[in-house]
């Protein structure tokens, strides 16, 4: 399989790949080659993957899209950190990417509440 890991500055990893394991909303899901065509939204967490020479490499991952088309896999993300030490990636997913998941939650509830605000004011004008 041919794994793509795009953030949005540049293509992050351009690698053949024989094995993906990566966590969606619904759990950890591993592809291998001859898979079905799949699309998945991933959350913050760990993707592995591993090359054709059987070495395992381990990147942090914010939350972002995998899909799966023929024999291509496409990492669509906000951030990706690669490190050879796991426990080092599992600290970065939780004070960095989860920290930042929790931060635009409250700034998304924020900003629906004074989008709402908004709209009352403006139904109160026209009545």
């Not at 351009?14 to 094995?19: A, E, F, G, I, P």
């Not at 669509?76 to 960095?96: F, G, H, N, P």
Request: glycine share 4%.
């Amino acid at each position: 399989m041919n794994l793509k890991v795009l953030i949005p500055t540049e293509v992050f990893i351009d690698t053949t790949v024989t094995k993906i394991v990566a966590e969606a909303e619904n759990g950890s899901f591993c592809l291998l080659p001859h898979h079905i065509d799949f699309v998945a939204a991933l959350v913050p967490g760990i993707l592995c993957y591993t090359l054709e020479s059987n070495q395992e490499i381990f990147l942090a991952i914010n939350e972002g899209i995998l899909v799966k088309c023929g024999d291509d896999v496409f990492v669509s993300t906000l951030q990706a950190v690669a490190d050879k030490d796991l426990e080092t990636l599992k600290q970065t997913v939780e004070t960095k990417f989860r920290v930042l998941d929790e931060r635009e939650r409250l700034m998304r509830s924020a900003l629906a509440q004074f989008e709402a605000t908004i709209i009352r004011r403006f139904q109160e004008i026209a009545i």
